[in-house]
């Protein structure tokens, strides 16, 4: 009786530290924000496939722009670990055109990041098949519009 109580008790310990988990194990993102396993987690560096922008409070109807990396425009997004993030936007010769730099965390399937002029922005996120979908809605009084991107880790 005593020993299957032990082994009960030690595994349940096991089951409590991250190096024996039962379920994902999660990382620290920034701030004390638990992230996904480290293939789901938005730390990493990503390309920029497309970004689409619509009219109206529904994402991904009535698309009125749609744009995709071509030479001149290249664009990658890496999320720190330490909570930082660097944005930049390359052309063929791989020159950095812009760059933004600042601080991220995430909260319930939420990005916030927080630009260097001190603009916040808020996405809501997704990551899928090493794919992170951000898309964000806009409400200017009667005015609507969204946007959505999709970046795909590289890392």
């Known amino acids: 009786m005593l020993s299957i109580l032990l082994i009960i008790v030690v595994l349940f310990l096991a089951a409590c530290s991250e190096d024996f988990l039962f379920f994902p194990a999660s990382e620290d993102d920034s701030g004390g924000n638990k992230a996904q396993t480290q293939t789901n987690s938005i730390v990493g560096l990503w390309n920029w496939v497309q970004s689409a922008q ?23 997004l890496e999320f720190k670990s330490d909570g930082s993030y660097i944005w930049q936007q390359k052309n063929d010769q791989d020159s950095v055109l812009v760059t933004d730099t600042g601080m991220w ?14 603009f916040p922005v808020t996405y809501d996120y997704q990551i899928s098949n090493n794919n992170l979908n951000l898309s964000q809605v ?3 009084g009667e005015f609507a519009y969204w946007i959505q991107e999709t970046w795909q880790k590289t890392n």
């Not at 619509?54 to 990658?76: E, L």
Request: aromatic fraction near 4%; glycine fraction near 10%.
């Open 138 to 140: 806009n409400q200017d």
């Open 105 to 118: 965390r995430t909260e319930n399937n939420k990005l916030y990041y927080n630009e260097a002029s001190g």
């Open 54 to 76: 619509g009219v109206g409070t529904v994402v991904g109807d009535s698309t009125t722009n749609t744009q995709t990396p071509n030479p001149n425009d290249r664009r990658t």
